[in-house]
């Protein structure tokens, strides 16, 4: 069983930066591919970035690729997503997921099987 907390969302204005934290409860959290989704009211949750279980490898959506920065620090069971220029179109709510998969970095809501509750990101123009 692994608990997800996620931290730092807010208020920023366009061109700003912000960084995501999800801290995990557990032994086991190096174990885990973790990933960050996010979900704008009337839209369905979407893939944002994912970090396989060593940090060695990462995959970003292409709306994010560039601007967003997913790590990982497994002494402190926390993963980072740190956002720098920042759109209106980034307004959401961003979650974290932890997937017990090894071999590959997962992308998909489904292939996650913790989710934490999830920290609002509103972006003003």
């Known amino acids: 069983q692994v608990q997800l907390v996620e931290s730092g969302g807010g208020l920023v204005q366009a061109g700003g930066s912000l960084r995501l934290s999800c801290a995990a409860s557990?032994?086991?959290?190096?174990?885990?591919?973790m990933g960050w989704f996010r979900q704008a009211p009337g839209k369905e949750r979407e893939f944002v970035a994912a970090?396989?279980?060593?940090?060695?490898?990462?995959y970003y959506a292409d709306s994010v690729k560039g601007r967003f920065t997913i790590s990982r620090d497994n002494a402190k069971n926390t993963v980072y997503l740190q956002m720098n220029s920042l759109k209106p179109e980034d307004t959401a709510v961003y979650y974290c997921?932890?997937?017990?998969?090894?071999?590959?970095?997962?992308?998909?809501?489904?292939?996650?099987?913790?989710w934490g509750q999830g920290t609002q990101v509103t972006v003003s123009s």
């Open positions: 997921a932890a997937a017990g998969i090894r071999r590959r970095v997962p992308v998909r809501t489904g292939e996650y099987d913790y």
């Open positions: 557990g032994r086991t959290f190096s174990s885990y591919a």
């Open positions: 970090i396989n279980w060593s940090g060695s490898s990462t």
